[in-house]
T-cell receptor, first 114, second 113 residues
Framework: KQEVTQIPAALSVPEGENLVLNCSFT??????LQWFRQDPGKGLTSLLL?????REQTSGRLNASLDKSSGRSTLYIAASQPGDSATYLC?????????????FGKGTKLSVIP | DAGVIQSPRHEVTEMGQEVTLRCKPI?????LFWYRQTMMRGLELLIY????????DSGMPEDRFSAKMPNASFSTLKIQPSEPRDSAVYFC???????????FGQGTRLTVV
């Protein structure tokens, strides 16, 4: 059974700092990995989708990397801003017919201090 | 497109009552997923549909839970009878293709007292 872990559970950084959020998964047979952002009381906003054949994906100040063989992904946030404060979730889809569900980590709660 | 729309946003009900949660997926998307989020267990898949047909309901916790998708633009998740342990945030998501980017609604926060 696929398990996804995100460490740390919470992170506090000063504004302007670059930071890395970590995600690890137990089964390397994934199809793709998706990073989401969740604001309090809100839904999930998709940030980046990275396919298993890709090493990284970029969107603005965000860069996601994937090392499938080691079961790890990182989300790099450059020049953090208070508006980046949210919970960041990673989720994987495993390979195989009919395996369309996303398996989620429990998230890292990020606080960017002005 | 307005994105995935869920209603209601909040629901408070008494134990034993029937609860119906609603979802309108993004137009043109052929996959619809229902997830539940709790502090203890995080986000878990309950059921998903492809072209309005339920494909995998193995995540539905009990027979008290049922889901339908009568057409491509509407789905319901029903709990009857509801129990306090059903209190959670329920999310609906849709995608164009089962392996492509999933888009989530704002969720329904259910409280059963």
């Amino acid at each position: 059974k696929q398990e996804v872990t995100q460490i740390p559970a919470a992170l506090s950084v000063p504004e302007g700092e670059n930071l890395v959020l970590n995600c690890s998964f137990t089964d390397s047979a994934i199809y793709n990995l998706q990073w989401f952002r969740q604001d309090p009381g809100k839904g999930l906003t998709s940030l980046l989708l990275i396919q298993s054949s890709q090493r990284e994906q970029t969107s603005g100040r965000l860069n996601a990397s994937l090392d499938k063989s080691s079961g790890r992904s990182t989300l790099y946030i450059a020049a953090s801003q208070p508006g980046d404060s949210a919970t960041y979730l990673c989720a994987v889809r495993i390979s195989g017919a009919g395996s369309y569900q996303l398996t989620f980590g429990k998230g890292t709660k990020l606080s960017v201090i002005p | 497109d307005a994105g995935v729309i869920q209603s209601p946003r909040h629901e408070v009900t008494e134990m034993g009552q029937e609860v119906t949660l609603r979802c309108k997926p993004i137009s043109g998307h052929d996959y619809l997923f229902w997830y539940r989020q709790t502090m203890m267990r995080g986000l878990e898949l309950l059921i998903y549909f492809n072209n309005n047909v339920p494909i995998d309901d193995s995540g539905m916790p009990e027979d008290r839970f049922s889901a339908k998708m009568p057409n491509a633009s509407f789905s319901t998740l029903k709990i009857q009878p509801s129990e306090p342990r059903d209190s959670a945030v329920y999310f609906c998501a849709s995608s164009l293709g089962g392996l492509r980017e999933a888009f989530f609604g704002q969720g329904t926060r259910l409280t059963v007292v």
